[in-house]
């Protein structure tokens, strides 16, 4: 009997299949490796083990015992412990008080300061953490000691099942993970380590699945380890969509339009140079968290960017805030990641929605005229696949896909020549995603400039003129031609280096 | 860690800017005031804050967890008339149940908030406004009678002014309130509720907690109003809605939650109260004064958001904790309208 038995689990966000029969088994004192495309279910899957997220069926039992699901309390009695990738400390707490948050040591109710300072000394030491000052603010940590203040703290609750996920994305030393991950596991605990370098996966892991669309589609086990076989398994997505074909023929000796050179964001983005010229697609691909959305908000004046050139038709382009970076030149405007939140009034009608960019130019005496309003944004609306009597609707109450549309059509009203599309197809319905291709085609061939980062790798390789990949913030790889397949993109994602992708 | 000057990292400590606040006005009123300061003089003053001191650090321990609490006003404005009419009789036995209404209000604004789930403001500003109606139907017009003994215990001597003694016991019970594990978890609540939970914190249990230690604040600041100003008076608790989130701002606290401390809320209130007489001896009329006021809370805050800029991005750097139940991914999505 395994220790870990997950079997069937499903869960859908609306319209979105997050789990759909995930099934998988770790013994005790395995470690387990999870690896799968960005959206193939893996963070669902460690949020249902954890307890916040309720699954809409299957079963998980910890030793043979059914866990409650959905219940934070349950998961973590049972000795379920995660190092989430997303860090949960406690930014103004101690390194002391963020180790022993639900354990603080007290006397007749008075918390026992000098006790805390000596307990997480020791926690820290018995982990090998010497370079952490347990009476440090954790905001004062670099992200690399926060990354390991949160596995410590997973460790440390002498977990029988250990969660990493994601545990050396800020973390450049995998020998103290690793030493201390083992020794977890020869104590009995079960592990589950999910990362997207496989690199790791194959130096630590006994034995490891392949997820995709929600669901464990393959195994491997330690020593038979096939690289190849492992990308296939984890693209393996069909090509069911026909792309519509370029209009336009890219004038390779005309200027960039979009010129970044040297860019750097934070500690996400490092060194990053690119060109799109008028007329071209640019495919930027890379897992999640890899710098692609810093570099996309960052070019939008949407986040301050921390050094770099960029230049617009040739001018130094002017990124303050999102309204100078639509106005600076031939204007940059953004489709962004989070439809719902960052990209549509809910509320409001389409109409409205589309209207925003040009609202200054419908106005008279200080009002909007609506007859106007409705005129021009119908006829962006149209261009854009629209549905005329959805003008009129709140676009709160459309689908994904024609809300996607929608956004599309202001982006086109912003009048801006360079586009970045982030995931423009994330969640919307195929015949949706037909027209947001034909969309891009058509404002390409009107001298449109266009980066477009997609989760769907086919879907980049389908539209776009070359792929960039991105890893570790920085561009790993630039395919062009017949060189652009998924399994170069993957390879390049999943950080293996130029000379070793070539030479499989 | 930064390379700044003394000042700017002396600065980055709300109650120290709050203190630095007061020291000012102090300054001022020791200079101005004819005749200097007199011990009557600063225990009138001192008197006369205790009551908002008490308010404001309630709201205070609230706005640490990241929730809001308008209901203090009317906490007060009902315990005051309480203590001046139906608790005037039972003399000691007045002073506990003026501040067991206090509690109760604060168990009905945790269960509104925390069990069902209901916007604090809206829930707060509700009882603020239940409770205000209540206060001018049991004394409708200012009077009653207030208990001398109760009256004597706030206001008397005890070789220093008691106001003073009371001040320390408050800043004490503070200092020891900020070290038990509610009083730690409170601060966590505030900076991010989530990564509390998932550390296997009972957070609702601590929310609900500060709300019902808030009400008692409450409760007590009314009785000691009561004792004051030696009269009920109903209305006479309405600008504690405003003067206690003054206070706070002041005071330095992140109005988002997790940061500040009782101690400068204590100093703001001080100093909203020391304003006036330095004002009066100005010979500057009243209306001037909220001018006056208005403008130093937002030169407070001003300093305090400038002070802290780099702070709070880093802070703001490290939240970065998954919503429980937030949607991830997306595989298809069928055609809805």
Redesign the interface.
């Known amino acids: 009997m395994s220790l870990l038995q997950v079997s069937g689990l499903a869960k859908k ?6 789990l759909s029969g995930a099934d998988i088994e770790v013994e005790a004192g395995e470690i387990h490796g999870l690896i799968g495309e ?4 893996k ?2 899957l460690v ?1 249902v083990l ?1 307890g ?2 309720k699954p809409d069926a299957g079963d998980v039992t910890i030793g043979g015992e059914q866990l409650r699901l959905g219940h ?2 349950a998961s ?1 009695n049972v000795g379920i412990r ?1 190092a ?10 101690t390194v002391a ?2 180790l022993l ?2 354990e ?1 040591p ?1 006397q007749l ?3 026992r ?1 000098r006790a805390l300072q000596s307990r997480a000394a020791d926690i820290l030491q018995e982990w090998d953490v010497t370079d952490i000052d347990p009476s440090t603010p ?3 940590l670099p992200l690399s000691a ?1 990354q390991r203040l949160e596995i410590v ?1 997973a460790l440390n609750g002498d977990p029988r099942l250990l969660i990493l996920d994601e545990p050396t994305a800020a973390l450049p030393d995998t020998a103290w993970i690793f030493k201390h991950v083992r020794a977890a596991a020869e104590r009995g605990a079960a592990v589950l380590y999910i990362s997207h370098k496989l690199a790791e996966i194959e130096e630590l892991c006994d034995l490891g699945s392949i997820m995709r ?2 669901r464990i589609v393959g195994q491997f086990t330690r020593g038979a380890f096939d690289h190849d076989d492992v990308i296939s398994q984890m693209i393996g997505r069909s090509i069911d969509i026909a792309f519509p074909p370029p209009l336009n023929r890219v004038d390779t000796s005309a200027a960039p339009a979009l010129h970044v050179e040297s860019l750097a964001v ?1 500690e996400q983005v490092v060194d990053v140079s690119l060109d799109v010229r008028p007329g071209e697609i640019v495919g930027v691909a890379g897992l999640e968290g890899q710098g692609q959305r810093e570099i996309f908000y960052a070019l939008a004046g949407a986040t301050g960017l921390t050094s770099g050139r960029v230049s617009l038709d040739g001018q130094p382009a002017d990124l303050a805030s999102p309204r100078s970076a639509m106005r600076s030149g031939p204007g940059v405007a953004l489709v962004p990641e989070e439809r719902k939140r960052e990209g549509l009034f809910a509320d409001m009608s389409t109409t409205q929605n589309i209207s925003v960019p040009i609202l200054k130019s419908l106005t008279r005496f200080g009002l909007v005229r609506r007859r106007a309003e409705q005129s021009r944004s119908g006829q962006a609306a149209e261009e854009h696949y629209i549905r005329p009597d ?1 003008l009129a ?1 709140q676009i709160g ?6 809300q996607q549309k929608a956004i599309l059509a202001r982006t086109a009203l912003t009048g801006s020549s360079i586009m970045l599309m982030f995931d423009p197809t ?7 995603k037909l027209e947001v291709y034909k969309t891009l085609r058509e404002a390409s061939a009107g001298g449109a400039a266009i980066l477009f980062y997609s989760t769907e790798i086919p879907e980049l390789i389908g539209m776009c003129d070359r792929v960039l990949v991105v890893y570790g913030g920085s561009i790993v790889a630039e395919l062009t031609g017949s060189a652009m397949t998924e399994d170069a993109v993957m390879r390049h994602a999943v950080g293996k280096t130029l000379q070793e992708a070539e030479s499989i | 860690m930064e390379r700044r000057g003394f000042v700017a990292r002396v600065l980055r400590n709300g109650t120290v800017r709050a203190a630095l606040v007061l020291a000012v006005f102090l300054i001022a009123w020791s200079v101005l005031q004819l005749g200097g300061l007199s011990v009557f003089l600063i225990n009138s003053w001192l008197l006369l804050s205790l009551p908002l001191v008490l308010a404001a650090s309630g709201v205070t321990l609230v706005i640490f967890t990241g929730e809001f609490d308008l209901s203090a006003a009317g906490v007060v404005a009902v315990t005051n008339v309480l203590m001046a009419t139906w608790l005037s009789e039972l003399g000691w036995l007045g002073l506990p149940l003026a501040v067991l209404v206090g509690a109760v209000v604060g168990l009905f604004n945790g269960f509104l908030v925390v069990v069902m789930r209901l916007p604090a403001i809206a829930v707060t500003l509700a009882t603020f406004i239940i409770l205000g109606g209540l206060a001018l139907v049991i004394l409708p017009t200012p009077g009653g009678r207030i208990d001398p003994g109760i009256i004597d215990f706030f206001t008397g001597q005890l070789v220093v002014p008691r106001s003073i003694i009371f001040l320390m016991v408050i800043a004490l019970l503070w200092l020891l309130y900020r070290n038990t594990r509610m009083g730690v978890h409170a601060y966590g609540v505030g900076q991010d509720a989530e990564a509390l939970r998932l550390s296997g914190v009972a957070v609702d249990r601590v929310k609900f907690g500060v709300f019902a230690l808030a009400g008692t604040l409450y409760g007590l600041a009314g009785a000691v109003l009561a004792a004051v100003v030696q009269t009920g008076d109903a209305t006479i608790g309405s600008s504690y809605l405003l003067a206690t989130f003054a206070a706070v701002a002041i005071g330095g606290a992140a109005f988002t939650g997790g940061s500040g401390s009782v101690l400068g809320t204590m100093l703001g209130a001080l100093t909203l109260t020391v304003i006036p007489k330095v004002l009066f001896v100005l010979g500057i009329s009243g209306w001037v004064q909220r001018v006056f006021e208005g403008m130093l809370i937002i030169a407070a805050v001003l300093v305090g958001a400038v002070a802290t800029q780099s702070e709070q991005r880093k802070v703001q750097a490290v939240k970065t904790t998954p919503k429980v139940e937030a949607p991830t991914v997306s595989v298809s999505g069928g055609e809805r309208p």
């Open positions: 966000y609306g319209d979105a299949i997050a960005n959206g193939a279910g963070s669902t949020k954890s916040m997220v934070l309390r973590r995660t989430f990738q997303e860090l949960t400390l406690l930014p103004r707490f008080e963020n948050v639900d603080l007290t109710g008075m918390l300061r954790a905001w004062q926060q703290r669309n929600g934070g959805y609707r109450s459309l689908s994904g896909g024609n994330r969640g919307i319905d195929p015949a949706a």
